[in-house]
C-alpha cells in the first residue's frame, strides 16, 4: 500500500515568509509525528498527533511553529515569519496506534530559507 | 542532554563480515527501542524493534540485542552486505511518549 507521503519534497522560501508543510499519513494510522532532521544529526521530534488532539507539543521550538489535522489524517505544518535556522529537512511519520508500532516515515520536505 | 547516544559516528566492515552498531541511553523509563536505515533524500526506514520484556529480536540478517541494566542496545547484522551502507539511527520511547533518536552511525561495508 501508499506510504507517507510528504508535499512539497522541497521549499525553498526568503526569511521571514510563512510556509506549510503537507503529510498525508498511511491510511488507518491514528498517530502522526513531526520530527525535524538536520544535517549529521538524528531526528528531532517535533509534536505528535494521537487523532485529531496534540497529544505532546513539547517539541515545537517556539510560537512560529504550528501543526494541525483537522480530520485526523492529513497534517499541516505551518511555519510564520521563517528564519534562515529553520532550513532543515522536516520528516512526518505515522504509525498504527501510537503503542509499541513503529513509526514509518515520508521521505521528507527539505527546507531551505534564504 | 542527548538520551539516546550513538558514540561511533562511523563504522566500515568488510562485505560478508559481522557489523554491529550500539547504542546508549539514559533513561530508565524507555520500554520500546527500534533501530532504522537510511539512505540520502529517503527517509528514515524502520528495520527492527524490541520492547523492554525481551533481551533479544531476530529477523533475518538483523537481531537486536537488549541490556537494560546497562542501559545498552545493540544492532547485528550478518553477514554484511554493500547495500547495507547507510545511517543507522536507535530510537527510544516511554509508551504513549515520543520517541527519541539517536545522532546516528554512517556504515560503510567496503566490497
Known amino acids: 500500500g501508499a506510504g507517507v507521503s510528504q508535499t512539497p519534497s522541497n521549499k525553498v522560501t526568503e526569511k521571514g515568509k510563512y510556509v506549510e508543510l503537507r503529510c498525508d499519513p498511511i491510511s488507518g494510522h491514528t498517530a502522526l509525528y513531526w520530527y525535524r532532521q538536520s544535517l549529521g544529526q538524528g531526528p528531532e521530534f517535533l509534536i505528535y498527533f494521537q487523532g485529531t488532539g496534540a497529544a505532546d507539543d513539547s517539541g515545537l521550538p517556539n510560537d512560529r511553529f504550528f501543526a494541525v489535522r483537522p480530520e485526523g489524517s492529513v497534517s499541516t505544518l505551518k511555519i510564520q515569519r521563517t528564519e534562515r535556522g529553520d532550513s532543515a529537512v522536516y520528516l512526518c511519520a505515522s504509525s498504527l496506534d501510537g503503542g509499541n508500532s513503529p513509526l514509518h516515515f515520508g521521505n521528507g520536505t527539505r527546507l531551505t530559507v534564504t | 542532554d542527548q538520551q539516546v547516544k550513538q558514540n561511533s559516528p562511523s563504522l566500515s566492515v568488510q562485505e560478508g563480515r559481522i557489523s554491529i552498531l550500539n547504542c546508549d541511553y539514559t533513561n530508565s523509563m524507555f520500554d520500546y527501542f527500534l533501530w532504522y536505515k537510511k539512505y540520502p533524500a529517503e527517509g528514515p526506514t524502520f528495520l527492527i524493534s524490541?520492547?523492554?520484556?525481551?533481551d533479544k529480536n531476530e529477523d533475518g540478517r538483523f537481531t537486536v540485542f537488549l541490556n537494560k541494566s546497562a542501559k545498552h542496545l545493540s544492532l547485528h547484522i550478518v553477514p554484511s552486505q554493500p547495500g547495507d551502507s547507510a545511517v543507522y539511527f536507535c530510537?527510544?520511547?516511554?509508551?504513549?511518549?515520543?520517541?527519541?533518536f539517536g545522532p546516528g552511525t554512517r556504515l560503510s561495508v567496503l566490497p
Open positions: 530510537a527510544a520511547r516511554t509508551y504513549g511518549q515520543n520517541f527519541v
Open positions: 524490541i520492547s523492554s520484556i525481551k
